[in-house]
């Protein structure tokens, strides 16, 4: 069976068992595994900030692991909660470049997933290229920061 199908049909069986009514699509770019689904249950998936989807991320990949004997990078969304949540994450960094420039201060972001850091990693390395960030900690303690380079 190939990977797509593998994938599709795994959360679709580990979706079915949160929601009823919804559609899926898998897709792969970059190496990623995409899995997109539609319905209008989101708030089951999705959960409170964002807390559901990470868990149900990281139970797809711990399955995808076991029947695949590697890591597959997968990024789960839902009625594309992940542009809104990179649009959120573009206006948050923004903001805090322009109290970087006014203060000068570093500026300390908590409580962000891996995918969060990323995107906002990768915000700050396109768009200011007078700032730089970087993330210390671990686990539930990591936080991501924003200086002048």
Do not use: C
């Not at 789960?76 to 992940?82: E, G, L, Q």
């Not at 962000?112 to 970087?134: C, D, F, G």
């Amino acid at each position: 069976m190939k990977k797509i199908e593998t994938i599709k049909k795994e959360s679709e069986e580990l979706i079915k068992k949160m929601i009823d009514d919804f559609t899926l699509e898998v897709f792969e770019e970059n190496n990623v595994f995409y899995v997109n689904i539609k319905t209008k249950e989101a708030s089951a998936i999705i959960g409170r900030y964002g807390e559901t989807i990470r868990s149900l991320q990281k139970i797809l990949e711990v399955i995808l692991y076991k029947i695949f004997g590697q890591s597959i990078e997968i990024l789960v969304n839902v009625n594309d909660f992940r542009q809104k949540q990179k649009e959120k994450l573009e206006d948050l960094v923004e903001s805090l470049a322009k109290k970087i420039e006014e203060t000068g201060e570093e500026q300390t972001i908590n409580n962000l997933s891996s995918y969060e850091r990323k995107i906002i990693h990768q915000l700050v390395a396109a768009q200011y290229p007078n700032l730089t960030s970087y993330s210390t900690g671990e686990g539930k303690q990591r936080k991501l920061i924003i200086t002048k380079k």
